[in-house]
Nanobody, 115 residues
Framework: QVQLVESGGGLVQAGGSLRLSCVGS????????MGWYRQAPGKQRELVAT???????NYADSVKGRFTISRNGARNTVYLQMNSLKPEDTAVYYC?????????WGQGTQVTVSS
């Protein structure tokens, strides 16, 4: 059974940095696209960043220039380096991965940015 486990969330002051990690397990195959989404209270889940197996990245406009997504394909691990954090980045961050046309989600990790 495929599982995704996130870590690295926490409380940080505005302007600070955090690094999220997501480790996938339960498969001998490498995931295709992997990514990060987030959901703030009262809002819909939104895309933060994605990265393909070939390394092509895509970012939400709101995080461009501040966040960097990377992955270790051999280990089915994806990272999100978040710099210059803002209070509006506060949300639960979810890891996402696609394999054989199936989508998988982690349980989420809370990121809180204080002003």
């Amino acid at each position: 059974q495929v599982q995704l486990v996130e870590s690295g969330g926490g409380l940080v002051q505005a302007g600070g940095s955090l690094r999220l990690s997501c480790v996938g397990s339960g498969t001998i195959f490498s995931f295709n696209a992997m990514g990060w989404y987030r959901q703030a209270p009262g809002k819909q889940r939104e895309l933060v960043a994605t990265i393909t197996s070939g390394g092509t990245t895509n970012y939400a406009d709101s995080v461009k220039g501040r966040f960097t997504i990377s992955r270790n394909g051999a280990r089915n691990t994806v990272y999100l380096q978040m710099n210059s954090l803002k209070p509006e980045d506060t949300a639960v961050y979810y890891c996402n991965a696609e394999l054989h046309r199936n989508m998988y989600w982690g349980q989420g990790t809370q990121v809180t940015v204080s002003s």
